[in-house]
T-cell receptor, first 112, second 111 residues
C-alpha cells in the first residue's frame, strides 16, 4: 500500500499563472476529498468525489478552481488564474465506504 | 465553512498527565472520527466512533460521543512528548459520507 501520493510537495508561482495539483488515490478506495488548510480558516472541504463522480463542490471558492477525476485512481485540482489569497496547503484524501480518510502529505502552494 | 468547533484551541500539559479535547458539531452524523496532524504532515486517523456508540477505547485513547448534545471528547491518558501535535474531530454525514473537520486543538506535552 503506497498511500495517497500528492505532487508537487511545494509550488511557488506568480499571480495569474495556472496551477495544477495532483493526487493518486489508494487502490480500492472509492471516495476522494480535496481540502485546503490555512491558519485563518482551518481545514476546509473544497470538493469530494464518489466513484469518480463529483458529489459536492460547494466548498470550491470560485470559478477559478476546478477539479477532475478522470479515472478511479487519479485526481487533479486546478487553479486558473491563481491569486495570492490561494496560498495554502492543499490536501487530498481517499477512503473506502464508511472507513477512515487516508491523507497525502499535501502540496504547499505559494502565490506571489 | 467549519462544521465543528473544538476546545480548547491550545493545551499545554506535563508528560504523564491526561489531555482532554472536546468537539461540538452542527449536523446529524453517521460517525465521528479523530485525527492527528504533526507539523508539515497530512492528517492521520486515530479512532472512529459510530453514531449508535457512546464510548470507544483504543490504547491510551478514549472517545465519547453524545449525539443528543452533538458533542464528542477525546481523552489521551498518560501523555508522552511524542503526543505533541494538533488533533481534529471529523464529522461523517449524509448518504455519500461527506467528511468535514473541526477547528482543531494544538496539544503540547512538555517532557
Amino acid at each position: 500500500d503506497a498511500g495517497v501520493i500528492q505532487s508537487p510537495r511545494h509550488e511557488v508561482t506568480e499571480m495569474g499563472q495556472e496551477v495544477t495539483l495532483r493526487c493518486k488515490l489508494i487502490s480500492g478506495h472509492n471516495s476522494l476529498f480535496w481540502y485546503r488548510q490555512t491558519m485563518m480558516r482551518g481545514l476546509e472541504l473544497l470538493i469530494y468525489f464518489n466513484n469518480n463522480v463529483p458529489i459536492d463542490d460547494s466548498g470550491m471558492p470560485e470559478d477559478r478552481f476546478s477539479a477532475k477525476m478522470p479515472n478511479a485512481s487519479f485526481s487533479t485540482l486546478k487553479i486558473q488564474p491563481s491569486e495570492p489569497r490561494d496560498s495554502a496547503v492543499y490536501f487530498c484524501a481517499s477512503k473506502s465506504d464508511v472507513g477512515a480518510l487516508h491523507f497525502g502529505n499535501g502540496t504547499r502552494l505559494t502565490v506571489t | 465553512s467549519q462544521q465543528g468547533e473544538e476546545d480548547p484551541q491550545a493545551l499545554s500539559i506535563q508528560e504523564g498527565e491526561n489531555a482532554t479535547m472536546n468537539c461540538s458539531y452542527k449536523t446529524s452524523i453517521n460517525n465521528l472520527q479523530w485525527y492527528r496532524q504533526n507539523s508539515g504532515r497530512g492528517l492521520v486517523h486515530l479512532i472512529l466512533i459510530r453514531s449508535n456508540e457512546r464510548e470507544k477505547h483504543s490504547g491510551r485513547l478514549r472517545v465519547t460521543l453524545d449525539t443528543s448534545k452533538k458533542s464528542s471528547s477525546l481523552l489521551i491518558t498518560a501523555s508522552r512528548a511524542a503526543d505533541t501535535a494538533s488533533y481534529f474531530c471529523a464529522m461523517n454525514s449524509g448518504g455519500y459520507q461527506k467528511v468535514t473537520f473541526g477547528t482543531g486543538t494544538k496539544l503540547q506535552v512538555i517532557p
